[in-house]
């Protein structure tokens, strides 16, 4: 089991930016992937952007030229760099580790609020 930390949240004005980390620990040798999903309200969970240790990483289009997923490696963290941020970018954003063997872990969620 992988436990994650999440931390950067809050709220900016539109046309802002936030970074997001989300720190692994536990069995991190099995992990494959992180990520960043996104709950607004009334919604259903949405995938933000992943990146695979491979090095590739992918996008929800909404985000696309806008946030940016890196990893540091050395300590296991992933973060989602958030830049011109939209009132519709506010959301639950969660992290989510993928270990093998089909294993997901999930963090308890961070609260994202942007005003116009």
């Known amino acids: 089991q992988v436990q994650l930390v999440e931390s950067g949240g809050g709220t900016v004005q539109a046309g802002g930016s936030l970074r997001l980390s989300c720190a692994a620990s536990?069995?991190?040798?099995?992990?494959?992937?992180m990520g960043w999903y996104r709950q607004a309200p009334g919604e259903e969970r949405e995938l933000a952007a992943r990146?695979?240790?491979?090095?590739?990483?992918t996008y929800a289009d909404s985000v696309k030229g806008r946030f940016s997923i890196s990893r540091e490696a050395a300590i296991d963290t992933v973060y989602l760099q958030m830049n011109t941020l939209k009132p519709e970018d506010t959301a639950v954003y969660y992290c989510?580790?993928?270990?093998?063997?089909?294993?997901?872990?999930w963090g308890q969620g961070i609260q994202v609020t942007v005003s116009s």
């Open positions: 536990g069995r991190t040798f099995q992990l494959y992937a």
């Open positions: 990146i695979w240790w491979s090095g590739q990483t």
């Open positions: 989510i580790a993928n270990s093998y063997g089909g294993i997901e872990d």
